[in-house]
């Protein structure tokens, strides 16, 4: 915990929470006229339980969502104080996350299906064998490949599969929303139903190029069009916030999906710009400015977050599992007792004593997407030891990054230079030392690695002119450290190799099911 947020700790102003049974956070930032992070860095956060009804099934209880916002909220407007006057709400979210809600009632029909959830694989699986040219038609208007990871199939499964969602969803009374949809409408108290365009890129119903949910995918999936939000640009005033004694009427004026409000917090507002985040997962995204470029080597195309309104695009590969590897060593293996420890032991030995880890938990993501595909150690000897295994988890993370932007520079025909980084796990120096030694290429690490937060925080300050342009906010970025490559090429091609190796073994694990099944 910084000093900034122990002090407030001491005050009464914040009740820190023991992780426990791998919990979510969220988040609120709030930033100063001076264009910097109020004490330093003031963030109030809660946890919220995830939900494994089955395997490969997660879900968030909605009102949880909500209920943790609302009080996270509230703890940081408490903080600022009375004197101070709020310029604006931005938010930011897990994207593909699906809730359905009655719009009379404001209650959800079921659970938030969370977007690592595979319970629609198989129907996903049905699309492209039976329908090729619906697939194809859906790469072309929505960037995205078909997948059980966005909303779409989501959606189709609670219509089918709860008492009378169907039918009330044809009648008109339900709504659908990911996070940010569900937090404006409940903001606004069911005044709102809006979305921006960069969560409405990660349904796989909206097409992208023309900046519209598409009816023929609408169609296909039975989604009812009256259930959707409108859909406005990031930087934008979509409402206003009704927060009684704390605000009677403050503008909500910035929404984007997590990764693209990392890509603009790390100011990455220009063509060939990339950042990682290292979260639950790691999401790469490279900006490729109003060129929605296609990817052969299966990436997704999808559009970011921009100041003015006008549609700009990224690529992105997306990794399933990263920080969600360390937590499952703290809480699930019992390896480690908090994050942090990681970085001392996996400098205490020299390599993993050629263990081989590929977390592929609940599939795999870009470049290789299969969701069958499962968790694989490969090279295991008896010289293995704890701290080998966990280094070799960490390492994992690196490599998992290393095969997106392998797939990155393929796609976008640009050779990189640097890699801007965020997210927790980017505070682990050996982690970004190592993966500045896989890519080749310095890792440019912030100051503030909470940049999803920032990011949003932006947004809403340009639509409330709060900001001039992104020129001033270009302006707040500030370097933490550079990491820069220092490992032999030798050694890089015999690790990428063993590293070939450990996810040819995984993805013959799904390949072996289907053809025994």
Same mark, same amino acid.
């Given at each position: 915990?910084?000093?900034?947020?122990?002090?407030?700790?001491?005050?009464?102003?914040?009740?820190?929470?023991?992780?426990?049974?791998?919990?979510?956070?969220?988040?609120? $930032?709030?930033?100063?006229?001076?264009?910097?992070?109020?004490?330093?860095?003031?963030?109030?956060?809660?946890?919220?339980?995830?939900? &494994?009804?089955?395997? @490969?099934?997660?879900?968030?209880?909605?009102?949880?969502?909500?209920?943790?916002?609302?009080?996270?909220?509230?703890?940081?407007?408490?903080?600022?104080?009375?004197?101070?006057?709020?310029?604006?709400?931005?938010?930011?979210?897990?994207?593909?996350?699906?809730?359905?809600?009655?719009?009379?009632?404001?209650?959800?029909?079921?659970?938030?299906?969370?977007?690592?959830?595979?319970?629609?694989?198989?129907?996903?699986?049905?699309?492209?064998?039976?329908?090729?040219?619906?697939?194809?038609?859906?790469?072309?208007?929505?960037?995205?490949?078909?997948?059980?990871?966005?909303?779409?199939?989501?959606?189709?499964?609670?219509?089918?599969?709860?008492?009378?969602?169907?039918?009330?969803?044809?009648?008109?009374?339900?709504?659908?929303?990911?996070?940010?949809?569900?937090?404006?409408?409940?903001?606004?108290?069911?005044?709102?139903?809006?979305?921006? &365009?960069?969560?409405?890129?990660?349904?796989?119903?909206?097409?992208?190029?023309?900046?519209?949910?598409?009816?023929?995918?609408?169609?296909?999936?039975?989604?009812?069009?009256?259930?959707?939000?409108?859909?406005?640009?990031?930087?934008?005033?979509?409402?206003?916030?009704?927060?009684?004694?704390?605000?009677?009427?403050?503008?909500?004026?910035?929404?984007?999906?997590?990764?693209?409000?990392?890509?603009?917090?790390?100011?990455?507002?220009?063509?060939?710009?990339?950042?990682?985040?290292?979260?639950?997962?790691?999401?790469?995204? /490279?900006?490729?400015?109003?060129?929605?470029?296609?990817?052969?080597?299966?990436?997704?195309?999808?559009?970011?977050?921009?100041?003015?309104?006008?549609?700009?695009?990224?690529?992105?590969?997306?990794?399933?599992?990263?920080?969600?590897?360390?937590?499952?060593?703290?809480?699930?293996?019992?390896?480690?007792?908090?994050?942090?420890?990681?970085?001392?032991?996996?400098?205490?030995?020299?390599?993993?004593?050629?263990?081989?880890?590929?977390?592929?938990?609940?599939? /795999? @993501?870009?470049?290789?997407?299969?969701?069958?595909?499962?968790?694989?150690?490969?090279?295991?000897?008896?010289?293995?030891?704890?701290?080998?295994?966990?280094?070799?988890?960490?390492?994992?993370?690196?490599?998992?990054?290393?095969?997106?932007?392998?797939?990155?520079?393929?796609?976008?025909?640009?050779?990189?230079?640097?890699?801007?980084?965020?997210?927790?796990?980017?505070?682990?120096?050996?982690?970004?030392?190592?993966?500045?030694?896989?890519?080749?290429?310095? $890792?440019?690490?912030?100051?503030?690695?909470?940049?999803?937060?920032?990011?949003?925080?932006?947004?809403?300050?340009?639509? $409330?002119?709060?900001?001039?342009?992104?020129?001033?906010?270009?302006?707040?970025?500030?370097?933490?450290?550079?990491?820069?490559?220092? /490992?032999?090429?030798?050694?890089?091609?015999?690790?990428?190799?063993?590293?070939?190796?450990?996810?040819?073994?995984?993805?013959? &694990?799904?390949?072996?099911?289907?053809?025994?099944?």
């Amino acid at each position: 915990m910084s000093s900034s947020l122990k002090n407030l700790e001491s005050r009464g102003l914040i009740e820190r929470i023991q992780s426990a049974d791998n919990k979510k956070h969220i988040e609120i $930032v709030l930033l100063n006229k001076a264009d910097r992070i109020i004490e330093d860095g003031i963030k109030a956060q809660k946890e919220f339980a995830q939900i &494994y009804p089955q395997e @490969g099934w997660v879900e968030h209880n909605p009102k949880d969502i909500w209920s943790s916002q609302y009080s996270v909220m509230t703890e940081a407007l408490t903080m600022l104080g009375e004197d101070e006057c709020i310029a604006g709400i931005g938010i930011t979210n897990q994207r593909e996350t699906t809730i359905v809600w009655n719009k009379q009632t404001g209650e959800p029909v079921y659970n938030a299906i969370v977007w690592q959830c595979r319970r629609t694989a198989k129907e996903i699986d049905r699309l492209k064998e039976e329908e090729p040219a619906l697939s194809a038609y859906i790469t072309e208007k929505t960037g995205l490949l078909p997948d059980p990871y966005f909303s779409a199939s989501k959606i189709a499964w609670i219509l089918d599969h709860v008492e009378n969602a169907r039918q009330e969803a044809d009648a008109g009374n339900l709504l659908f929303g990911t996070v940010d949809t569900w937090l404006i409408w409940n903001l606004t108290r069911g005044k709102v139903h809006v979305t921006d &365009y960069t969560n409405a890129s990660r349904t796989m119903l909206f097409d992208i190029h023309a900046l519209c949910w598409d009816q023929k995918i609408l169609d296909y999936f039975r989604i009812p069009a009256s259930m959707l939000p409108q859909v406005k640009p990031s930087s934008h005033v979509y409402g206003y916030a009704n927060l009684g004694s704390l605000g009677e009427s403050i503008p909500i004026a910035g929404a984007a999906g997590d990764q693209q409000a990392a890509l603009f917090g790390q100011c990455c507002f220009t063509q060939g710009e990339v950042k990682n985040t290292y979260g639950t997962g790691c999401f790469m995204l /490279m900006h490729t400015g109003d060129r929605a470029v296609k990817s052969r080597a299966g990436l997704l195309t999808t559009i970011a977050a921009s100041a003015d309104g006008t549609a700009e695009y990224a690529l992105e590969g997306s990794v399933f599992v990263a920080g969600a590897a360390i937590q499952w060593l703290r809480d699930g293996m019992h390896l480690i007792e908090q994050a942090p420890q990681t970085q001392k032991i996996c400098e205490s030995v020299e390599d993993t004593a050629g263990t081989m880890i590929v977390p592929a938990f609940t599939g /795999m @993501g870009a470049p290789y997407w299969n969701p069958y595909a499962r968790g694989m150690v490969t090279g295991l000897t008896r010289g293995c030891q704890k701290e080998h295994f966990i280094r070799a988890i960490m390492e994992s993370i690196a490599f998992q990054t290393m095969d997106v932007l392998t797939a990155m520079r393929a796609d976008a025909e640009l050779s990189l230079l640097k890699l801007k980084v965020d997210g927790g796990a980017s505070a682990n120096d050996f982690l970004m030392q190592f993966q500045a030694d896989l890519l080749g290429v310095d $890792v440019q690490r912030p100051r503030c690695i909470e940049t999803t937060a920032l990011g949003a925080a932006y947004l809403a300050g340009l639509a $409330v002119g709060y900001w001039k342009d992104t020129e001033e906010i270009k302006e707040n970025w500030q370097l933490d450290r550079v990491f820069t490559a220092s /490992m032999p090429q030798e050694k890089r091609q015999e690790l990428v190799r063993n590293w070939k190796r450990a996810v040819d073994c995984a993805l013959y &694990y799904a390949k072996w099911e289907e053809e025994h099944d």
